[in-house]
Structures are given as C-alpha cells and as structure tokens.
C-alpha cells in the first residue's frame, strides 16, 4: 500500500450554508446531516460565512483507486496511529481515503507507517 503526503494545509470547518463555499478549489469536501453542514478545505480558502473552524490539519490519502470489496484499509491505518496516539480524522470519496491529523502529529504518523511496510510518496 502506498499513501501520498498532500502538501497543503487543512481546516474543518462548519456553516450555517455553502453560498461561500468555492466547490472548484483543488480539494473540498462537505458533509451534510439533519444537524450541520460541514467541510473541509485548504486553509487559505476558507470562506468568511464560517460558523466554527479548526485549524491546523495535514493529509495523506491512499494513493490509486480502491475497490469497494477491499477491507479494512483504513481500519488499519487508524489503528496503527491510534496506537501511537495519533487521532485522525478520516474522508472517503468514491475513489479512495483521506486521513488528516493534526500538523504536530503529521511527521510522527508517516514514521509510524512506514515502519509498519506503508510507502510513503511526497509529491515535492
């Protein structure tokens, strides 16, 4: 398994609507339930209609696309972190996963898997 370090930095956010939420940045990814309407993005795009933010976040995803059969990729990866006290917070689009973790965390969680067999790709 390979997983590919994304350079930019990232905040989760949360509003009260999208009207300010550019949907062609390079990444941006929103969630929506009975009870809120968020997402994240890359920091420097985040929209002044903000409700709440946290700041502060790296990603990596798994690089290629997954198959909908194969199991247990992140549940692997987020135990792996998880026991080396790195919290995540996780994103899947239709083609593969993200994992964020808070920047302090970030080097720490590519040592951790890479030890563990993981390859890490940074696209510099």
């Known amino acids: 398994m390979k997983i590919e370090v994304i350079e930019d930095n990232f905040s989760i956010c949360k509003v009260k609507d999208y009207s300010q939420v550019n949907l062609d940045e390079k990444f941006c ?5 009975d009870e809120e309407k968020s997402f994240v993005c ?5 929209p002044d209609n903000v409700i709440e933010r946290e700041d502060g976040w790296k990603a990596f995803r798994i690089q290629g696309v997954l198959d909908f059969s194969l199991i247990g990729i992140l549940s692997k990866i987020s135990t792996l972190l998880g026991e080396n006290g790195i919290g995540i917070f ?3 689009t239709f083609n593969t996963d993200y994992i964020f973790t808070k ?3 970030f080097q720490k969680a590519l040592e951790v898997l890479s030890s563990e067999g993981i390859e890490v790709v940074q696209n510099v």
Request: avoid cysteine.
């Open 29 to 33: 990814f929103i969630g929506k339930t």
């Open 42 to 46: 890359i920091t420097k795009n985040v």
């Open 90 to 92: 996780a994103v899947s």
């Open 103 to 105: 920047i302090e965390n």
